[in-house]
């Protein structure tokens, strides 16, 4: 079985603390095996790539159920043993996935898991959760948010009212700061500003994790500095992942359509998608956690403030069966139920290999050479089995079989190395369950 790389990290809140005390420099934060990302602070993340890297449905439409769910197992008293599954098509033998997730918990000492596996053309076709979480169990997703974010603005080019290829200063007043820079670019982490490997906490960007402020400023803040002139190199000449250049993709999709983030979030995903989980918020200096899943959250959105400086990289919350309906969205060819969410041909963007294309890019972990592993807009790439993930710091990893058909959605709420080693051994199982 393929080993999932891990990918650049996410800040832990207390560094990100530490460095808004007063350092100008942080210590790198060291990337992550190959399952996940590598721990940080949870900016933007750093996450896997296949394993890795691995929603919410229109007002009006549910993904297709084949039959009423199964219970399996009643939950008991053991949250890492216990598991509720729904066999939503019999079609498809998916009793290999339980076992494998109970003992993993188990031992890891997880407080659950949540899995959600979607078919093109037939919707839900497995949905199991363990411990403490079932359908309704809202979590932190972390750079499991980077496709969505690059679907706001691959949908606003879709219409026109943006072109991802031309320059930010296009559309920014501030854009001059990084004149050849475009969001297809930022999109693709081949911008050429600082990303989060090797330093996440550089000094001149930390806005991007601090909720004060608007996206705007620190938008502005980050593409116009002075203090990364040494460090900015020419885009599209090198995979640089994550970091303030996903700030800047937000702040672009804000001007060029009139609207905030959360409104273009709303607009084009939670409405059409009926996707009443999906949030964005900024919570990396509210909760400082380390590598680690910030506890303190519990499944609550409301343990953080409001914000007008949403974390586009990493700042999303979202229940399972909300993200498994996104992931359903990029298998039917952008439609969710009626609507049309993204056209096929901004899906194929999305998925295509972007620095393989443009500038024979790598988007391997630091110190693994880069063998093998690609990246579009918010996916990685495996250049081996052509599957696609976006896999984030505190363990979720969605990945989709594009040549199959399917998708699945994993969730727990500890790291990405320890959500990318338990993709790993899911992978096959569920790619078995689905080909037969």
Not at 12 to 27: K, L
Not at 242 to 265: D, H, K, N, P, R
């Amino acid at each position: 079985m393929r080993t999932r790389r891990a990918i650049p990290v996410i800040v832990a809140v207390g560094v990100v603390g530490a460095a808004c005390a007063g350092s100008d420099t942080a210590d790198p934060v060291t990337t992550e095996p190959a399952a996940t990302e590598a721990p940080s602070t949870e900016p933007p993340d750093t996450e896997p790539a296949a394993t890795d890297p691995p929603a919410a449905e229109p007002p009006t439409t549910e993904l297709p159920v084949a039959e009423p769910p199964v219970t399996e197992a009643p939950l008991d008293t053991t949250p890492e043993t216990t598991s509720v599954a729904e066999e939503i098509s019999p079609e498809y033998d998916f009793s290999s996935v339980g076992p494998i997730v109970d003992e993993f918990t188990a031992e890891r000492g997880l407080n659950g898991a949540g899995l959600v596996v979607v078919s093109r053309g037939e919707g839900v076709v497995h949905e199991q959760y363990w411990g403490e979480f079932d359908a309704e169990r809202i979590s932190l997703v972390a750079s499991s948010s980077k496709m969505i974010t690059a679907g706001v603005l691959l949908h606003l080019d879709d219409e026109g009212v943006l072109d991802i290829d031309a320059p930010v200063a296009e559309v920014a007043e501030w854009g001059s700061g990084n004149p050849a820079i475009t969001p297809a670019q930022l999109l693709s982490n081949s911008s050429g500003l600082v990303g989060l490997a090797p330093n996440p906490v550089f000094a001149p960007y930390l806005c991007q994790y601090i909720a004060d402020g608007t996206l705007q400023e620190c938008a502005e803040t980050i593409f116009t500095t002075p203090d990364d002139d040494a460090d900015v190199i020419p885009p599209d000449t090198e995979f640089r992942y994550g970091g303030g250049q996903w700030t800047i993709a937000g702040a672009v999709a804000e001007i060029a359509s009139g609207q905030s983030f959360a409104e273009l979030v709303d607009e084009i995903f939670t409405q059409p998608c009926g996707l009443e989980s999906l949030g964005f918020n900024n919570h990396f200096a509210q909760m400082g956690s380390g590598f680690d899943y910030p506890v303190e959250f519990a499944g609550d959105p409301s343990t953080l403030v409001d914000t007008d400086n949403p974390n586009p990289e990493g700042g999303a919350y979202i229940n399972a069966p909300d993200y498994g309906r996104l992931l359903l969205m990029h298998l039917e060819d952008g439609m969710c139920g009626d609507s049309q969410v993204l056209s096929p041909e901004a899906l194929d963007t999305m998925h295509s290999d972007r620095i393989g294309s443009t500038y024979s890019g790598e988007a391997g972990q630091v110190g693994t050479g880069g063998d093998g592993t690609g990246y579009g807009m918010g996916w990685w790439v495996d250049r081996d089995t052509g599957r696609i993930s976006d896999g984030g710091a505190y363990g979720s990893v969605p990945w989709l079989d594009l040549d199959d058909g399917y998708g699945a959605y994993l969730v727990i709420e500890a790291d990405s190395g320890t959500g990318g080693e338990l993709a790993g051994l899911l992978e096959e199982v569920i790619h078995t369950a689905i080909t037969g």
